[in-house]
């Protein structure tokens, strides 16, 4: 399968500051990347599709000027959580889509875990 | 009604045995299925995808599609406590091929 990345993989910050987590596809270019959110106990719930060269698709209820999404290249999609406070708390997680292929099989990231003090 | 629905355990099957998983979608969603691995603190790890209805055997796993009554189940033979983790049912949208909704998840325990 792809091989996705992303640093860091554990992150704690202050409440009130800026957090970016990046997510790579190693050896393969990804037009496409998913972001999503997992809270303990819970499933993963998207937050935004992520399009290379374009703006960012969010989900109903998910702020989009609190979570920054920049696909800059084909290997490079960045969430940005601003002024982040402990209710961001979170497992967040990337994906991408098989390259390559006609599948829509989605592979992911290994996960950043937050935690806002 | 969640578009998604899992029964989340947890499922404790002996090792050797055959673990059984299931999951429901509603139909608004439709088209592809997949089953991911979730160990403790881990991210998803896809073990299988299935399109069509019948059976798709993968070594000792196998999926089954049934669209008519709308479920997809997980068979994992031969089980093994490395295969204790939680299993997710996630389903992409008829309408928007890259958009999954995941179900919560059945936490599998396979006893020694």
């Known amino acids: 399968g792809a091989v996705v990345s992303q640093h860091p993989s554990r992150v704690i910050c202050k409440s009130g500051t800026s957090v970016k987590i990046e997510c790579r596809s190693l050896?393969?270019?990804?037009?496409?990347m998913f972001w999503y959110r997992q809270f303990p106990k819970k499933s993963l719930m998207l937050m935004a599709t992520s399009n290379e060269g374009s703006k960012a698709t969010y989900e109903q209820g998910v702020e989009k000027d609190k979570f920054l999404i920049n696909h800059a290249s084909l290997t490079l999609s960045t969430l940005t959580v601003t002024s982040a406070h402990p209710e961001d708390s979170s497992f967040y997680i990337c994906?991408?889509?098989?390259?390559?292929?006609?599948?829509?099989?989605?592979?992911f990231g290994p996960g950043t875990r937050l935690t806002v003090l | 009604q969640k578009e998604v629905e899992q029964n989340s355990g947890p499922l404790s099957v002996p090792e050797g045995a055959i673990a059984s998983l299931n999951c429901t979608y509603s139909d608004r969603v439709s088209q592809s299925f997949f089953w991911y691995r979730q160990y403790s603190g881990k991210s998803p790890e896809l073990i299988m995808s299935i399109y069509s209805n019948g059976d798709k055997e993968d070594g000792r796993f196998t999926a089954q599609l049934n669209k008519a009554s709308q479920y997809v189940s997980l068979l994992i033979r031969d089980s093994q406590p490395s295969d204790s983790a939680t299993y997710l049912c996630a389903v992409n949208m008829k309408d928007n091929f890259n958009k999954f909704y995941f179900g919560s998840g059945t936490k599998l325990n396979v006893k020694p």
């Open positions: 050896d393969f270019q990804a037009t496409t």
């Open positions: 994906s991408a889509r098989a390259p390559g292929t006609r599948s829509n099989e989605q592979f």
